[in-house]
């Protein structure tokens, strides 16, 4: 057996080592069991970087996460590090890298499982089997539009600037994506926008609309209002199937999809690139949580996240289909449970570590597989 995988692996700070060491965890599992293994490289990212580096990510890093097959990353930032100039804060090594790779998609499935719905902050009969898929445009937008900056103005006050701007291509290119997931699930989009206010708005939706008309009629497009939208998830989830959104507005409406499925402990992403020659896609990997500073080192982080944005690496990167669903399964059959970590507790459940919780999947992985 030869490694075949060339992964790299970018656990960061806070509670990504963590979520990290329990995925790592079920690579050795696949590696000691299955015919596949992974060339697994690890890289510094974030303020774990900077601690040594005095930067976010050093090109050392951005080359072998260039080079890599894919990039699993768990989660950058902390208040020590919040004080720092905005050109090596933490964040900016993630934003780097979704940049300078082009992972232009972001895949945010928010999915409850069987036994979930009680952990969601809405109703239950609202969010029972809930699957959705939130399409985030990611290296576009508000978050990286010229000019940006604070600047002094002559009377001493000053000026934060940041510029929302999307063109046609970057527009068609998600768009096509959006449609694209949409025909492989209910084969229904939602383009959210505000059109009624910006012209980046109004635009993205003509684009997205002749997108549609050309290409993909056999899928229902309807367009929302962001702010619209964002109510519509928290009043009837189940209308939706594919939401198709800007850097910003995806950003929130992501998290809120979240708040849906119980936790952000739960949902895993997918950022990927336009496909090369060879069909293949850049990707990175990374559960939509953050760093979650306050719970960090206590073994109450849900490594959950992490582990689906793993299986999602084995499905689109690898083509893995058998082994993510054996991961996915997993998760499904620990959660039936009554196992879970505190952010996902309800009453009569059984609250578990993070290793505990690492513990459990890889036995129902042993269960899986004989
Ligand atoms: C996310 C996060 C990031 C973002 C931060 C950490 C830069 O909120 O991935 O959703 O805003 O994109
Ligand atoms: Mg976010």
Redesign the pocket.
Known sequence: MKPNKKLLVLAGDGIGPEVMAQTKRIMDWMAKRRTISFDVQEGLVGGASYDQHKTPITDEVMADAASADAVLFG???GPKYDSLPFDVKP?RA??RL?KDLGLFA?LRPAVVYPGMASASALKQELVEDLDIMIL?E?TGGI?FGQPRGIETLPDGTKRGVNTQVYTTPEIERIARVAFELARKRRKKVVSAEKANVMESGQLWRDVVQHVHDKEFKDVELSHMYADNCAMQLVRMPKQFDVIVAD?LFG?LL??IAAALSGSLGMLP?ASLGAPDARGRRKALY?P?H?SAPDIAGQGKANPLAMMLSFAMMLRYSFDMDEQADMVESAIKSVLATGMRTPDIMTKGAARVSTSTMGDAILRELDKLAS
């Open positions: 989660a950058v930032g964040e993630i934003l979704r972001n985030r990611l978050y850097n950003d992501s998290d992403s990374e939509v953050g």
